[in-house]
C-alpha cells in the first residue's frame, strides 16, 4: 500500500529513563520495527514505559494514546513528550481500562517473564517484567480486553517470548487471525511480534 510507513529507530528522539521505568532494550526495538503506520490512523500503545515507542509514531505524524499502570513510567514518558514537543495522550491505569474509542493500532510490549524467573526482582522490577506465574496471564488479559478497541480491520501487535507464547497464542485462535510479524533470538529465549486481527 502505497504512504506506508515502516517504523525505524530516531536517535533524534531525546528519551531519558527515571529510575524503576523500562529502558528501551531489545523488545522495544523489535516492536518498533514491526508497526507499519499511514498519517492519521489512531494507535493505543498499552504500557509504553518511557514512551519510547508512542513518541516514534507520535513524531510519525499519527494520533497516540499511551498507557502505563506505574506512575513513574507516566511522568517519564509525560516529559519525554514534552522534551521532544511532541503530543501524547498518557494515561495512568491498568492496560486499557477506562480507555474509549476505536484505534487502527494497538501495541504491547507486556511483562512477559515467568513468576519464578521473577522470583528474584525487585516489586518494581516485577511490574515490569512478570507477566504472571506462567508469563503469559497479563497478554492474554490484554487481547480480551483490548477486544472491543480495536477498528474493523485494525491491528494489535504483541511482543512474546518462547518461554511464555504458546498459552497465548493458544488463547487468541477462534479471536483473533495471527501473524507472526519478526523474531530475534536471544542467549535463552526466542523474541517475537506477532500481528492479530479480530476475526468476530
Ligand atoms: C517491558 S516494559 C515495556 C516498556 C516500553 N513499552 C518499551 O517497549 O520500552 C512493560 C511496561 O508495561 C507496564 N505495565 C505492566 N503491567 C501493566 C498493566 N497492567 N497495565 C499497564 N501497563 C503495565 C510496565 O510498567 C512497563 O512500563
Known amino acids: 500500500?502505497?504512504?506506508?510507513?515502516?517504523?525505524?529507530?530516531?536517535?533524534?528522539?531525546?528519551?531519558?529513563v527515571l529510575d524503576g521505568v523500562y529502558e528501551?532494550?531489545?523488545?522495544?526495538?523489535?516492536?518498533?520495527?514491526?508497526?507499519?503506520?499511514?498519517?492519521?490512523?489512531?494507535?493505543?500503545?498499552?504500557?509504553?514505559?518511557?514512551?519510547?515507542?508512542?513518541?516514534?509514531?507520535?513524531k510519525a505524524g499519527v494520533l497516540v494514546t499511551a498507557t502505563d499502570i506505574s506512575p513513574v513510567a507516566v511522568e517519564t514518558a509525560r516529559s519525554n513528550a514534552k522534551r521532544n514537543s511532541l503530543q501524547i495522550d498518557i494515561v495512568q491505569t491498568d492496560l486499557a481500562s477506562g480507555i474509549s474509542g476505536k484505534f487502527d493500532i494497538i501495541l504491547f510490549n507486556p511483562p512477559y517473564i515467568t513468576g519464578e524467573?521473577?522470583?528474584?526482582l525487585t516489586k518494581r522490577e516485577k511490574e515490569q517484567l512478570v507477566g504472571g506465574s506462567g508469563g503469559h496471564e497479563i497478554s492474554i488479559r490484554f487481547l480480551d480486553e483490548v477486544h472491543d478497541l480495536?477498528?474493523?480491520?485494525?491491528d494489535i501487535f504483541?511482543?512474546?517470548?518462547?518461554?511464555?507464547?504458546?498459552?497465548?497464542?493458544?488463547?487468541?485462535?477462534?479471536?483473533?487471525?495471527?501473524?507472526?510479524?519478526l523474531n530475534k533470538e536471544l542467549?535463552?529465549?526466542?523474541?517475537?511480534?506477532?500481528?492479530?486481527?479480530?476475526t468476530v
Open 158 to 181: 504483541l511482543l512474546t517470548s518462547s518461554q511464555s507464547e504458546n498459552n497465548i497464542l493458544e488463547y487468541a485462535r477462534g479471536i483473533y487471525e495471527m501473524e507472526h510479524m
Open 1 to 16: 500500500m502505497s504512504n506506508v510507513q515502516t517504523m525505524e529507530f530516531d536517535p533524534d528522539i531525546d528519551i531519558q
Open 150 to 154: 480495536l477498528c474493523e480491520g485494525g
Open 117 to 120: 524467573d521473577g522470583d528474584v
Open 187 to 198: 542467549f535463552f529465549e526466542r523474541l517475537s511480534v506477532y500481528r492479530f486481527n479480530k
Open 24 to 58: 528501551p532494550a531489545e523488545d522495544s526495538f523489535l516492536l518498533l520495527r514491526s508497526i507499519d503506520i499511514r498519517p492519521g490512523i489512531r494507535i493505543l500503545e498499552v504500557g509504553t514505559g518511557s514512551g519510547f515507542i508512542a513518541l516514534h509514531c507520535a
